[in-house]
């Protein structure tokens, strides 16, 4: 069973920047997709970025060029890198892993962004 542990959130300023980590533990090797999703109040989760094992990234729209992903294959755990916060930012952010058919959830990190 693959478990995840997130940090790096909290308050920053608009502007600022902020870096999430994703460390992955439990009986698994390596874990092909990591990524991270994000949720405001009352709203559905969004894909914010997706990394493959080999390196191959997705972004929304929205947080393309000021976000950057990456992950460290032998740790097994993911990167967010947060530049240029906009308060639209603000939400829970999630970490997610597939290592198969299904996706594993993180609990959680809170990420607000305000003056």
């Known amino acids: 069973q693959v478990q995840l542990v997130e940090s790096g959130g909290g308050l920053v300023q608009p502007g600022g920047s902020l870096r999430l980590s994703c460390a992955a533990s439990g009986s698994i090797f390596s874990i092909p997709v990591m990524g991270w999703y994000r949720q405001t109040p009352g709203k559905e989760r969004d894909l914010v970025a997706r990394?493959?094992?080999?390196?191959?990234?997705y972004y929304a729209e929205s947080v393309k060029g000021r976000f950057t992903i990456s992950r460290d294959n032998a740790k097994n755990t993911v990167y967010l890198q947060m530049n240029s916060l906009k308060p639209d930012d603000t939400a829970v952010y999630y970490c997610?892993?597939?290592?198969?058919?299904?996706?594993?959830w993180g609990q959680g990190t809170q990420v607000t962004v305000s003056s």
């Open positions: 990394i493959s094992r080999g390196g191959s990234t």
């Open positions: 997610t892993a597939v290592p198969g058919a299904a996706i594993i």
